[in-house]
Structures are given as structure tokens and as C-alpha cells.
């Protein structure tokens, strides 16, 4: 079936740093792909999406290109704040279907 | 903000006891959705709607059960709560699911449920 891999966290950052959380999927055909974000005591918010092959998504400051040759999504920002500290889940949607597959989420925590 | 509601936010019951978690939108979406998220789990989906009476199972789906008599609520019942059933719920809605197009292509979440069962 279909899956989604994240990278384990938490990862730890000192404020300006790079960032990437790497993601890899398992799919059959071409699903849409996504990034959420979680902030402490609230729900998920899409954070950015590509739906085929080559689309970058981006988002205040964040990016991710969808890469069909080695089925990854990954999550880089240039510069972190202390305010990005949250959960990032990335997730699929498969062609044809309207329910997500999530990875199991990786906590980011940015110091100053 | 999507207009997502869930009621109650808080809960803790007893093992056997029944609950019913409510989600409530104002955004007319045909797709519903009921998800739980547990730590080393990410979130994982319960049982979902595609409108009015029409529900289906999702991944983990054992001990729930859902109803969707309205456009605006999705219900998820836990008809004899267990502890394994502690968690935190999370409802989503969303416009157009298999036949959607990039702009329309996103699921919008409630603020979530912390529900214990002791």
C-alpha cells in the first residue's frame, strides 16, 4: 500500500540555520504531495503542495520539489526562525482517491 | 481560516462508556474526514464522508463508527470507549476529493479533540 517515510526527529536547529526534513513515498501513478504543519495545542495547516512531477511548492520561506525519479519530497527552508518550531507531517494523496497518507511527523525545534 | 468546529475539546470518560465527537463546518464541503494522532504514529485516518449517509472506512477503524445526516456535521462514535482509544481527534474537511484539480486539492483541519479514556 501506499506509504509515507520522514526523517525522525526531534531536529534541533540554532536560529538562521538550513533546514531540510527529508520525505520518500511509496505510490502507485502519480499522487499529490504535501507538506502540514503543526504549532503546540493546535491542528494541522497545509504548509505547501505539489500535485506532479517537478512542481515545487513553496511557502513562507519554505520549499519542496516533488521528485518522481526518487519518489522524495523534501522540506528545506534557507534561514529558520524560533517561531518555525512545530511538527511537520508530510503526507500523499493518491491518484483518484480523496484520503491522505501521513508520514508520522518530525518535530523541529529552533533555538536562538 | 476554513470554518471547522469540534465539540467536545476536551473529554475524559471511563472504559465502556460510550462517546460521541462532533465536527461541524460552515463551508458546505462535500468530504469529511476523522483522523487520530498518536505520538510514533502520525495521524491516521478513522472513517471518512463523501456526502450526505455515504461514509467508508479508513485505516484504523475497528471500535468507531461515524453518521453524517448533514452536509455540515460528521459524527464519530465510540460506542464502548476503551483506553487504547485515548488520543487526540482531529476532524478535516474538503471540497473535492477524487476528481480534484491543484487549487482544490487540500484538506482543512479542526483545532482537534483531546479525549481519555481511564
Known amino acids: 500500500g501506499d506509504s509515507v517515510t520522514q526523517m525522525e526527529g526531534p531536529v534541533t536547529l540554532s536560529e538562521e540555520a538550513f533546514l531540510t526534513i527529508n520525505c520518500t513515498y511509496t505510490a502507485t501513478g502519480y499522487p499529490s504531495l504535501f507538506w502540514y504543519v503543526q504549532y503546540p495545542g493546535e491542528g494541522l495547516q497545509l504548509l505547501l503542495k505539489a500535485t506532479k512531477a517537478d512542481d515545487k511548492g513553496s511557502n513562507k520561506g519554505f520549499e519542496a520539489t516533488y521528485r518522481k525519479e526518487t519518489t522524495s519530497f523534501h522540506l528545506e527552508k534557507g534561514s529558520v526562525q524560533v517561531s518555525d518550531s512545530a511538527v511537520y507531517f508530510c503526507?500523499?494523496?493518491?491518484?483518484?482517491?480523496?484520503?491522505?497518507?501521513f508520514g508520522k511527523g518530525t518535530m523541529l525545534l529552533v533555538s536562538p | 481560516d476554513a470554518g471547522i468546529t469540534q465539540s467536545p475539546r476536551h473529554k475524559v470518560t471511563e472504559t465502556g462508556t460510550p462517546v460521541t465527537l462532533r465536527c461541524h463546518q460552515t463551508e458546505n464541503h462535500r468530504y469529511m474526514y476523522w483522523y487520530r494522532q498518536d505520538p510514533g504514529h502520525g495521524l491516521r485516518l478513522i472513517h471518512y464522508s463523501y456526502g450526505v449517509k455515504d461514509t467508508d472506512k479508513g485505516e484504523v477503524s475497528d471500535g468507531y463508527s461515524v453518521s453524517r445526516s448533514k452536509t455540515e456535521d460528521f459524527l464519530l462514535t465510540l460506542e464502548s470507549a476503551t483506553s487504547s482509544q485515548t488520543s487526540v481527534y482531529f476532524c478535516?474537511?474538503?471540497?473535492?476529493?477524487?476528481?480534484?484539480?491543484?487549487?482544490?486539492?487540500?484538506?482543512?483541519f479542526g483545532p482537534g479533540t483531546r479525549l481519555t479514556v481511564l
Open positions: 503526507a500523499l494523496r493518491p491518484s483518484g482517491y480523496s484520503t491522505l497518507t
Open positions: 478535516a474537511i474538503s471540497e473535492i476529493g477524487a476528481s480534484s484539480g491543484p487549487s482544490t486539492d487540500t484538506q482543512y
